[in-house]
Structures are given as C-alpha cells and as structure tokens.
C-alpha cells in the first residue's frame, strides 16, 4: 500500500496548529486565540470547568466556581507550545490563575484527561509527552538531591511531622489520626514488617532526616547504618541522635548507594528508588546481594505507576530533578536481576493522598514566612506540587508500593502477615 507522504507530513504537525482558514485576517482579532481555547478544552477531555481568556471570553459551564485563567496572550501560546512545563510555570508566575479550590480544579482536570482524553490520541499525546529519564550517574545525583533537599532545614520542618520529620508516606490507620500518629505508626508499620529483633543490624539506603533509622534503634534496640547525600539531611539527623542518645548505635554516613558495603540483618530503603532510576536498578541490586545475609529480609517503599510514563515535565525540572516513578513492571526489574523471592507488596495509595493534605494544609498555615524566606513564585509552585500530587494519587495515577523480599533460599521467611495487625501500629498519643 502507498503511502502520500503529503499526508504523513500534515499528520505529523502540532495537533494545536491553526487550520489555514483561523490563520487568515479576520474582523475579529481574538478568533485565532478563541479558537485555540476550544481546542485545548477538547484536548484535556472537557473537563466540567471553566477555562477562560484575559479578555473575559471562556469555554465550560458557564457558572461553574472552578476556573481556569489565561492573562495574557503570551500565557496561552506558550501553553500550547509546552503545557505541562508551562502549566506550572504559569501559575508560578502569576500569569496563569486558578479560582476555587486548588486541589479540586487539579483533580478535576487530571481525572479528565485520564478518562476522556484518551479518545482523542492526537490531542492527549500533545499535553501528555514528555521525556523519560532512566537514573542519573552519582555526581548528577547529588546535583539533584541537593536542588531538592538542600532547601533548608527549616523549610521542611515548618510543614512536616513534629515527630520524626518525615518527607514519605504516613499509615493513617484511622482518618482521625494527626499527622505526627501516622508517621510514627508508618514507622512501626517498616519495622513490623522487617521483623526486628534486639542486637541485628540494619542498613538504610537514603535515609532523610533520620527519622526511620532513630525510631529503630530507640524503639528495636538494633544497630543502623544510614546512608544519604543531603548534607542538611544528615546534620539533622546526627544532631538528633545526639540529642535522643543514641550515637552508639546509629552511624550516618554521606554516601551514595552505590558505595554502601558492609554486612546486615536487614536491609530498607523508603522513599529512595524515586531518584534511583531503572538504569540503577541493577546496581542497587547488587548491593543490597552484598549485604543482606542470607537470612535476611528487605523493604523497599517508593512512589510508582500503574504503567511506564515520564514524570510530569515541570515537577522534573522545577521540584525534583532527575527523578522516575517506576511503574510495577520496572520496580519488578530491581528484585530479578539477583533474583530475590518478592514474600509481600502493598499499596498505600489513598494514604499519600492523605499525608498530601496534611503537608498542603501546614503548607498553608506557614505562607507567609515560606514567602518571606523565598518569594510569592516559589510558594506557589509549592503549592502546586503539593495539591497536585494529592490529586494525582487521588485519581490513581501514582501508586505507593510496599515490597518486602529476601533471599530465595531463605526459608525463615513469615508464613503470615496476621502478627502485623495484632495491635495498633499508631501510638495513643504523640
């Protein structure tokens, strides 16, 4: 069959070019831009919002209290040019609005375009590409850690848990609980799972503020050796060691993964494998073979996806650089290659969505100092972020994956998860 190529040309142009007829002079000079409005309103599946113009013009239900506003010109052309980047850069900067509730109009336009604009293939590879990063090589690592991390100290701890300062996943075993009960009980919740036992050794493979390493040596009596490259993060965490005594028995080391050695009981990494990527998979493999005895178990808790896709253009260029979200297939890749015996994966999905909440909400509480130590673009971005990933893992469209492994030859492994759930992992109070 011959193909026109012609045609294979035209099929190949953006999907928001002008037809020839909008591109001729009309008596009108907002039809061009008015036309395109309704394009990208189609594109983005018609969501049940109100997308308008800087001249008042708009598309969607017409009293609807979620809107979506372009202010100038200059706004929209660079949307269609590149609308996921610009999309959050916009609204950074002021030139993009959004009215109502910040989260609500997020959800509504990613459940959208997750269920509506799939039939319009053109459309939706347009607003959805981006590229894909597959890990990052050690120096490019810390560069990124760095961008992210290294924001401050103080930054975090004006939105994050009073308890342990966590930056990962809560366990809400109750929506009653505060935020400070869910971390703690998320904590115990690891250390449940990797059957602790007095007098072991754990290693841990990106370790943050410290919080999980400390509650295993206060709370398990076992011996943790942390590894991270945040500077920051490990000030902190060794300043609280510290203060909680427990120097003896938890070392932090500012190192990355690949160097880690030594020999362990039990091996975890949580909220780590985001910025690994799929190119270090095997690598991180080969070391957590090197270090788990033979009877040991493992825990590895990251953010994933339901199928292989890029991380959103502007969250990798403005928030988290370098960073991949393995679907279930990819994060499968990093327990083959030695191989391990996969023994539990769970899902706690709707629990980020709920820790999200609580950050956005303390977010807000302290906008005006992150204002004041920063500027009104950076706290807006921030927001962004955060009210849009709640959305995101809101309408399924990342995942939290739990998986504890071991060693196939390991027949010391629990035949059962019953004793997890014998007794409430949330403590009464905090």
Known sequence: MMHDPQHRAVSRRN??????????????????????????????????????????????????????????????????????????????????????????VLHVLIESMNTRAGKRAAWAGWFRRGRVRKGASLTAARGNIHHHYDLGNDFYDLWLDRAAMQYTCAYFESQEHTLEQAQLAKLEHVCRKLRLQPGQTVIEAGCGWGGLARYMARQYDVRVRAFNISR?????????????????????????????????????????????????????????????RTDGLGLVHTIGRNRPAPLDAWIEKRIFPGAYVPSVAELMRLFESVPFSI????????????????????????????????????????ELYLAG?????????????????????????PRSRGDLYQAPATPYRV
């Open 343 to 382: 023994l539990d994966v769970e899902n706690l999905r709707l629990h980020y969505a709920e820790t999200l909440h609580h950050w956005l909400e303390r977010f807000r509480t302290h906008r005006e100092e992150v204002v004041r130590r920063y500027d009104e673009s950076f706290a807006r971005a921030w």
């Open 15 to 104: 999907p928001l070019a002008l037809p020839r007829r909008e591109q001729r002079p009309s008596g009108n000079s907002m039809a061009p831009e008015r036309w395109l409005l309704r394009k990208v309103h189609g594109a983005v599946g018609e969501p049940p919002l109100r997308i308008c113009l800087w001249d008042g013009y708009g598309v969607g239900p017409e009293a609807d209290e979620l809107m979506i506003e372009l202010r100038d010109r200059g706004a929209l052309y660079r949307l269609l040019r590149h609308p996921k980047l610009a999309f959050g850069d916009l609204y950074s900067s002021g030139r993009l609005r959004i009215h109502g509730d910040l989260t609500r």
């Open 389 to 413: 990933s709640a959305a995101t893992f809101h309408t399924g469209g990342l995942q939290l994956f739990q998986v504890v492994f071991a060693h196939p030859t390991n027949n010391e492994v």
């Open 232 to 292: 920051e993060q490990l000030t902190y965490a060794t300043d609280m060691a510290r203060e909680e005594g427990l120097e003896g028995r938890v070392e932090f080391i500012e190192d990355d993964f690949r160097n880690i050695d030594g020999s362990c009981d039990r091996f975890v990494s949580v909220g780590m494998l985001e910025h690994v990527g799929p190119a270090n998979y095997e690598a991180l493999s080969g070391v957590i073979n090197r270090c788990l």
